[in-house]
């Protein structure tokens, strides 16, 4: 009779946990591509100026580290990863201190200063997306080394959350900020050609086994300090908007069509543009002092003593604080898609 009764206990414990599961959307890693929203530290051995692992960078991080990431803590790639249950810290995969028990619940291969247009990474000696792809492909081998398990490799990435950062880069450096593309190709010819790109990207990724794809539009890139100092603050660059607004409404496009043409895949597009404008436009509702100048700027040797009361930690990236305020909407949409 006792041993009737654990049975039963079992089995409802067993219901229990699945219907947690099934709530939670447990995922079994999260692996981040892309530019540095997402970067942990990829290029800390880079010859290449778009680092951050040097003071005041990481200045809230765990005991004060400059790990690479490009903010005053963790950035949007952890927080994901911890808000979906994953792990507090998602590593960098080119780092020294990897360790291959960390393999299994996921890594970072995004470059700060990529994106989708070769070009983009090539000026600035960062790693190109496809070649981020290629990082990719030495994870699994080394994941099938550390677990041992073909079939267990393939349900691992296959239940992994795809994190996408990448046209960022593009858009504000290599279309607008120099000559090379604008002058050749329209706003419209151009977000094609990074949709395009993209398309290839993701297709190479879902060939090696990926099947939950969060892809992230880019920011309001005119609305970014390094943009807004143009105008000496005043106003956001509506052109790098409409770029950006013309770019993310193409990637949420494309999004649609990858669900409707791989039904093995869940793809689900997340809107940075809109969920930081908001931020942007209205901070002292969301315990912000101001939006317009950063914490950390070259024009500025000592950054500002409150990290967590500006909208943006330097010229192009938002502070933790920013990342957390739009991060239960990023996880919601997560949850409700890919689980």
């Known amino acids: 009779m006792e041993n009737a009764n654990i049975k039963v ?92 028990s960390e393999l299994a619940t996921g890594v970072c291969f995004a470059s700060g200063g990529s994106g989708l247009d070769k070009f983009t990474a090539s000026i600035q000696g960062v790693i190109w997306v496809q070649d981020q792809v290629s990082d990719f492909q030495r994870y699994l081998e080394k994941l099938n080394q550390q677990v041992g398990d073909a079939a267990k490799v393939k349900e691992i990435i296959a239940n ?22 604008q002058t050749r190709y329209t706003v419209q010819a151009y977000t094609d050609m990074l949709i395009g790109w993209k398309t290839t990207f993701i297709n190479s990724l879902y060939d090696l086994g990926a099947r939950k794809f969060a892809i992230l539009g880019t920011l309001p890139l005119g609305c970014l300090p390094g943009a ?60 912000f002092t101001t939006a317009k100048p950063c914490c950390c700027s070259v024009m500025t040797p000592i950054p500002c003593l409150r990290s967590g009361s500006h909208v943006f930690w330097d010229f192009a990236h938002p502070s933790e604080k920013a990342y957390k305020t739009v991060l239960p909407k990023i996880l919601s949409t997560i949850q409700s898609n890919l689980a």
């Not at 992994?160 to 900020?177: E, K, M, P, Q, R």
């Open 9 to 100: 206990l079992v089995v409802l414990l067993s219901i229990w946990i699945s219907c947690v599961q099934a709530q939670t959307g447990t995922f079994s890693a999260v692996l981040a591509f892309g530019d540095s929203i997402l970067d942990t530290g990829n290029n800390n051995l880079l010859m290449t100026v778009s680092r951050g692992n040097f003071l005041p960078y990481g200045r809230d991080f765990p005991h004060r580290i400059p790990t690479g990431r490009f903010g005053n803590g963790r950035v949007l790639s952890d927080l994901v990863a911890s808000g979906l249950g994953v792990k507090d810290l998602l590593p960098a995969f080119r780092s020294p201190f990897l360790k291959n």
């Open 228 to 287: 807004r100092q143009i105008t000496g603050n005043l106003i956001c660059l509506p052109n790098v908007n409409y770029g950006a607004r013309v770019y993310n409404d193409k990637v949420a496009n494309l999004v649609n069509q990858y669900n409707q043409r791989l039904p093995n895949g869940k793809f689900v597009y997340i809107d940075m543009y809109n969920s930081l404008l908001e931020v942007i436009n209205n901070p002292s509702q969301y315990g």
């Open 160 to 181: 992994a959350v795809i994190l996408v950062s990448a046209g960022n880069n593009d858009l504000a450096i290599t279309y607008f900020s120099t000559p090379k593309r």
